[in-house]
Protein backbone atom coordinates (compact mmCIF):
# COMPACT_ATOMS: atom_id res chain seq x y z
CA UNK A 1 0.00 0.00 0.00
CA UNK A 2 2.93 2.35 0.77
CA UNK A 3 4.21 1.47 -2.50
CA UNK A 4 1.27 2.66 -4.28
CA UNK A 5 0.62 5.78 -2.20
CA UNK A 6 3.95 6.77 -3.48
CA UNK A 7 3.73 5.98 -6.85
CA UNK A 8 0.34 8.06 -6.99
CA UNK A 9 2.03 11.07 -4.36
CA UNK A 10 5.35 11.43 -7.22
CA UNK A 11 2.40 12.41 -9.76
CA UNK A 12 3.65 16.13 -10.63
CA UNK A 13 0.09 17.56 -11.27
CA UNK A 14 -1.28 15.41 -7.75
CA UNK A 15 -0.24 17.31 -4.35
CA UNK A 16 -0.14 15.43 -0.95
CA UNK A 17 -2.41 17.50 1.78
CA UNK A 18 -2.86 14.83 4.42
CA UNK A 19 -1.48 11.37 5.59
CA UNK A 20 -3.37 9.46 8.26
CA UNK A 21 -1.60 6.44 8.66
CA UNK A 22 -3.94 4.13 10.54
CA UNK A 23 -1.78 0.94 9.28
CA UNK A 24 1.52 2.21 12.07
CA UNK A 25 -0.54 3.98 14.29
CA UNK A 26 -4.41 1.68 14.38
CA UNK A 27 -7.34 2.98 15.63
CA UNK A 28 -8.50 1.69 19.33
CA UNK A 29 -10.91 -0.69 17.66
CA UNK A 30 -8.42 -2.45 15.58
CA UNK A 31 -8.88 0.00 12.48
CA UNK A 32 -6.00 -0.20 9.92
CA UNK A 33 -5.74 1.95 6.49
CA UNK A 34 -3.51 4.48 5.29
CA UNK A 35 -5.17 7.55 4.17
CA UNK A 36 -4.13 10.21 2.23
CA UNK A 37 -5.86 13.66 1.14
CA UNK A 38 -4.56 14.58 -2.67
CA UNK A 39 -4.79 17.92 -4.32
CA UNK A 40 -5.93 16.60 -7.77
CA UNK A 41 -6.46 18.43 -10.94
CA UNK A 42 -10.08 19.31 -12.28
CA UNK A 43 -10.33 20.83 -15.78
CA UNK A 44 -13.12 23.22 -16.61
CA UNK A 45 -13.42 25.42 -18.89
CA UNK A 46 -11.72 28.13 -17.07
CA UNK A 47 -8.62 25.77 -16.18
CA UNK A 48 -7.49 23.70 -13.70
CA UNK A 49 -8.78 23.92 -10.13
CA UNK A 50 -7.08 21.55 -7.63
CA UNK A 51 -10.16 19.62 -5.56
CA UNK A 52 -9.08 17.95 -2.27
CA UNK A 53 -9.71 13.62 -3.15
CA UNK A 54 -9.07 11.08 0.07
CA UNK A 55 -7.86 7.76 -0.89
CA UNK A 56 -8.45 4.97 1.56
CA UNK A 57 -5.47 2.25 0.55
CA UNK A 58 -6.46 -0.79 2.01
CA UNK A 59 -4.99 -4.49 1.46
CA UNK A 60 -8.42 -6.42 0.87
CA UNK A 61 -8.10 -7.94 4.39
CA UNK A 62 -8.68 -4.73 6.09
CA UNK A 63 -11.33 -3.89 3.52
CA UNK A 64 -13.30 -6.65 4.99
CA UNK A 65 -12.63 -5.84 8.07
CA UNK A 66 -14.01 -2.63 8.20
CA UNK A 67 -16.98 -3.33 6.29
CA UNK A 68 -17.64 -5.73 9.37
CA UNK A 69 -17.07 -3.51 11.62
CA UNK A 70 -18.95 -0.59 9.57
CA UNK A 71 -22.24 -2.98 9.48
CA UNK A 72 -21.65 -3.44 13.10
CA UNK A 73 -21.48 -0.24 14.49
CA UNK A 74 -24.22 0.97 12.22
CA UNK A 75 -26.70 -1.54 10.69
CA UNK A 76 -26.47 -4.14 13.16
CA UNK A 77 -29.51 -4.56 15.31
CA UNK A 78 -28.36 -6.46 18.37
CA UNK A 79 -27.85 -6.56 21.87
CA UNK A 80 -25.30 -4.73 23.54
CA UNK A 81 -23.52 -7.61 25.36
CA UNK A 82 -23.34 -9.20 21.65
CA UNK A 83 -22.00 -6.03 20.07
CA UNK A 84 -19.40 -5.95 23.08
CA UNK A 85 -18.51 -9.34 22.11
CA UNK A 86 -18.45 -9.44 18.52
CA UNK A 87 -16.08 -5.81 18.63
CA UNK A 88 -14.01 -7.65 20.76
CA UNK A 89 -13.41 -10.32 18.55
CA UNK A 90 -13.18 -7.59 15.26
CA UNK A 91 -10.38 -6.35 17.25
CA UNK A 92 -8.65 -9.69 18.05
CA UNK A 93 -9.35 -10.25 14.06
CA UNK A 94 -7.38 -7.17 12.90
CA UNK A 95 -4.18 -8.13 15.50
CA UNK A 96 -4.20 -11.29 13.30
CA UNK A 97 -5.04 -10.27 9.58
CA UNK A 98 -1.79 -7.72 10.50
CA UNK A 99 0.53 -10.59 11.53
CA UNK A 100 -0.61 -12.49 8.56
CA UNK A 101 -0.33 -9.97 6.17
CA UNK A 102 3.72 -9.31 7.21
CA UNK A 103 4.49 -12.73 7.15
CA UNK A 104 2.83 -13.21 3.79
CA UNK A 105 4.45 -10.10 2.45
CA UNK A 106 7.76 -11.66 3.42
CA UNK A 107 6.44 -14.68 1.69
CA UNK A 108 5.74 -12.52 -1.64
CA UNK A 109 9.39 -10.47 -1.47
CA UNK A 110 11.10 -13.33 -0.96
CA UNK A 111 9.62 -14.82 -3.86
CA UNK A 112 9.46 -11.83 -6.36
CA UNK A 113 12.02 -9.18 -5.12
CA UNK A 114 9.92 -6.80 -4.41
CA UNK A 115 11.35 -3.66 -2.22
CA UNK A 116 10.43 -2.98 1.15
CA UNK A 117 8.18 0.42 1.25
CA UNK A 118 7.21 1.14 4.69
CA UNK A 119 6.71 4.38 4.45
CA UNK A 120 3.83 6.62 3.55
CA UNK A 121 3.59 9.85 1.05
CA UNK A 122 4.92 13.06 3.18
CA UNK A 123 2.52 15.78 3.55
Same mark, same amino acid.
Given at each position: ?? &?? *???????????????????????????????????????????????????????? &??????????????? &??????????????????? @???? &??? *? @??????????? *??????????
Amino acid at each position: MY &AV *AQYLSKQTDIQVLQVKDYIKNPKPNGYRSLHVIYAVPVFLSSGAHYTPVEVQFRTI &AMDYWASLEHALRYK &ADLPDAKLAEHSKTLLECA @QNLQ &AIE *A @QMQGIHRDING *APRVEDAPES
